[in-house]
């Protein structure tokens, strides 16, 4: 099983950009389908984007569609979500996930194994 670690949080304001990145331990990362989650205060977690095992399928939430990229890279380990145009409402804990299934069980919000998250705080 993979451990993950986030990193790439920080405060910036409305509109700038952001990159988190997800890395992950273990030899197995290219078998996990990885996806990204945020969990505002007082919030539910809610999905945010996943992709599939090789990279050529990625999924969004409505609300950051067009705004953020999930991309990885399976020789490093590392997922990233590309963050940009940030809104104040997208401030949250971010998590990262995998899965050994699908990427469709990541959009259902489920998830084998989670990562700490990392804090984005967005000022308008």
């Known amino acids: 099983q993979v451990q993950l670690v986030e990193s790439g949080g920080g405060l910036v304001q409305a509109g700038d950009s952001l990159r988190l990145s997800c890395v992950a331990s273990?030899?197995?990362?290219?078998?996990?389908?990885m996806g990204w989650f945020r969990q505002a205060p007082g919030k539910e977690r809610e999905f945010v984007a996943a992709?599939?095992?090789?990279?050529?399928?990625?999924y969004y939430a409505d609300s950051v569609k067009g705004r953020f990229t999930i991309s990885r890279d399976n020789a490093k380990k590392t997922v990233y979500l590309q963050m940009r145009s940030l809104k104040p409402e997208d401030t949250a804990n971010y998590y990262c996930?995998?899965?050994?299934?699908?990427?469709?069980?990541?959009?259902?919000?489920?998830?084998?194994?989670w990562g700490q998250g990392t804090l984005v705080t967005v000022s308008s």
């Open positions: 273990g030899r197995t990362f290219s078998s996990y389908a």
């Open positions: 996930a995998a899965d050994s299934r699908t990427a469709g069980i990541l959009r259902a919000g489920r998830g084998e194994v």
């Open positions: 992709i599939n095992r090789s990279g050529g399928a990625t």
